[in-house]
Structures are given as structure tokens and as C-alpha cells.
């Protein structure tokens, strides 16, 4: 192996090792905070069903009223 190969290593698992030690310094606030959107995330999802079912069904209902009635 040649001496730029070695040192070419020695820098890429240097670089590995820092960045999972900066990986692993996260704060217990981050890491609250990234659980706190994913539960509002999904509290959210769960609003869009929940008004967007019914107005997507009206949609559909309304599109087949005016065919229905166009054909009379």
C-alpha cells in the first residue's frame, strides 16, 4: 500500500469516527423536540382524513349528480 493510500485512510476513518461521535452528542431537547413533531405530524394526518374523506366523497357525489343529470 502506498503512503497516499495510508493517509488517505487514516483521514476517511477519522472523518467516520467524528461524525458519529457528533452523531451521538445530540441533546435529550433535540431528540424531545423531533418526537414532539412526529406525534403532532401524525395528529395533523389524522385532521386531513378526517375532513378530507368527507369533501372528497362530496366531490365525487356532485361530479355524479351533474353526469346524471346531463344524460335526462
Do not use: C, H, Q
Amino acid at each position: 500500500m502506498s503512503d497516499l493510500s495510508k493517509k488517505l485512510s487514516l483521514v476517511v476513518a477519522s472523518v467516520a469516527v467524528l461524525s458519529g461521535n457528533a452523531m451521538a452528542a445530540l441533546p435529550a431537547e433535540a431528540t424531545t423536540a423531533m418526537t414532539a413533531l412526529g406525534a403532532d405530524a401524525i395528529e395533523m394526518i389524522g385532521l386531513v382524513w378526517t375532513y378530507g374523506s368527507p369533501i372528497v366523497i362530496g366531490f365525487v357525489v356532485w361530479k355524479m349528480f351533474k353526469r346524471g343529470s346531463s344524460k335526462i
